[in-house]
T-cell receptor, first 113, second 115 residues
Framework: SQQGEEDPQALSIQEGENATMNCSYK?????LQWYRQNSGRGLVHLIL?????REKHSGRLRVTLDTSKKSSSLLITASRAADTASYFC?????????????FGQGTTLQVKP | EPEVTQTPSHQVTQMGQEVILRCVPI?????FYWYRQILGQKVEFLVS????????KSEIFDDQFSVERPDGSNFTLKIRSTKLEDSAMYFC?????????????FGPGTRLLVL
């Protein structure tokens, strides 16, 4: 399937620890985007990484992309209780000319104070 | 910072009724999308819209669904005769002039409950 498969499905850590979430996929991609969703709320865009990029940073977020392994990871450093949310990867297929994003099932992150 | 807005935030309707979900994309954006998320499930693509026409639609987007950009700012999703299984969170998204391969910005969603 085209969709991203994320692991772990759930992650519980202490405040201050790092959290790593992984996304694997099966098709070629144009780009991969990571979103955060607080419970029952909207999707907040975090980072977009293109197929020709290997790593991007934004504040405490670091995203890597390995197109040979068809996988991406999202690292949140020095986590805070406010980081508690669900995190989704979303793929833009390599040949897409419509912008259709394919979402994964998500990782639910709980950061304990 | 510009953002996508959606109204209403919540809507409760009876099965068989028509609903219209409204979105105001970020101004000067050209590509518009609707997605939905059934409770506890992943976000699913419904339809993409560009240059006043549908560019792609999913299998979910059957004849009961339609989209419209009636003026220069609103983008609407209409469900003609709602079913129980249409209960979900509906998200609108838009992408800018740089192209459809850029960041999609999502609205806060409309939670639709069909009784």
């Amino acid at each position: 399937s085209q969709q991203g498969e994320e692991d772990p499905q759930a992650l519980s850590i202490q405040e201050g620890e790092n959290a790593t979430m992984n996304c694997s996929y099966k098709t070629s991609i144009n780009n991969l985007q990571w979103y955060r969703q607080n419970s029952g709320r909207g999707l907040v865009h975090l980072i977009l990484i293109r197929s020709n990029e290997r790593e991007k940073h934004s504040g405490r977020l670091r995203v890597t992309l390995d197109t040979s392994k068809k996988s991406s990871s999202l690292l949140i450093t020095a986590s805070r209780a406010a980081d508690t949310a669900s995190y989704f990867c979303a793929l833009l297929h390599g040949s897409s000319n419509t912008g259709k994003l394919i979402f994964g099932q998500g990782t639910t992150l709980q950061v304990k104070p | 910072e510009p953002e996508v807005t959606q109204t209403p935030s919540h809507q409760v309707t009876q099965m068989g009724q028509e609903v219209i979900l409204r979105c105001v994309p970020i101004s000067n954006h050209l590509y518009f999308y609707w997605y939905r998320q059934i409770l506890g499930q992943k976000v699913e693509f419904l339809v993409s819209f560009y240059n006043n026409e549908i560019s792609e639609k999913s299998e979910i987007f059957d004849d009961q669904f339609s989209v419209e950009r009636p003026d220069g700012s609103n983008f609407t999703l209409k469900i003609r005769s709602t079913k129980l299984e249409d209960s979900a969170m509906y998200f609108c998204a838009s992408t800018g002039r740089e192209g459809r391969q850029e960041t999609q910005y999502f609205g806060p969603g409309t939670r639709l409950l069909v009784l």
